[in-house]
């Protein structure tokens, strides 16, 4: 069953995706990160090219012809082939393909729309069995 971790009151919900990125990427697992919508697709993928500032997670779009072998795919379509090992979901809904993956890391945003769909997930995935662990990062955690 799929482990999920929220990361909530999230105040930059990229940089909380990028290093779990950067981490997955150092444990050698393979990631799909899901976007909300084309532009914040564009700014995680700069962001990743960025961050860390002293290494790389490799990284490309969904429809790539590089993404068989690339370890980290970004991208807001609602669908995914291939390896599945983690997922960080940045979209407001719980992705439909969610099941196919060892670990679901759900970022949650500091603003109160964020939050109350945050929610909506979370009781999504508590009505259907699954445990779930939760990481407040407005105390100084970091993911």
């Known amino acids: 069953m799929t482990e999920i971790d929220f990361y ?9 995706a990028a290093r779990i990125c950067g981490k997955a990427f150092a444990q050698k697992r393979r990631v ?3 976007t909300a919508d084309a532009a914040m697709t564009e700014s995680l993928d700069q ?8 290494g790389f ?5 969904l429809g790539s012809r590089l993404a068989g072998e690339t370890p980290v795919l970004v991208d807001h379509a609602l669908d995914h ?3 599945a090992e983690v997922l960080v979901n940045l979209g407001p809904e719980p992705p439909p393909f969610f099941g196919r993956f060892d670990r679901l890391a759900e970022i ?3 603003h109160e729309a964020e939050l109350a ?5 979370y009781r999504f ?15 100084g955690e970091t993911a």
């Open 125 to 139: 995935y508590r009505e259907r069995g699954y445990a779930l662990r939760n990481h407040r990062m407005d105390n």
């Open 47 to 54: 962001l990743l090219w960025r961050t860390p500032a002293t």
């Open 81 to 83: 082939q291939g390896p």
């Open 117 to 121: 769909q945050g929610r909506e997930r």
């Open 32 to 34: 799909r990160v899901l």
């Open 8 to 16: 909530t009151h999230c105040r930059d919900p990229l940089a909380v």
């Open 108 to 110: 949650v945003g500091a």
């Open 57 to 61: 997670v490799p990284h490309c779009r």
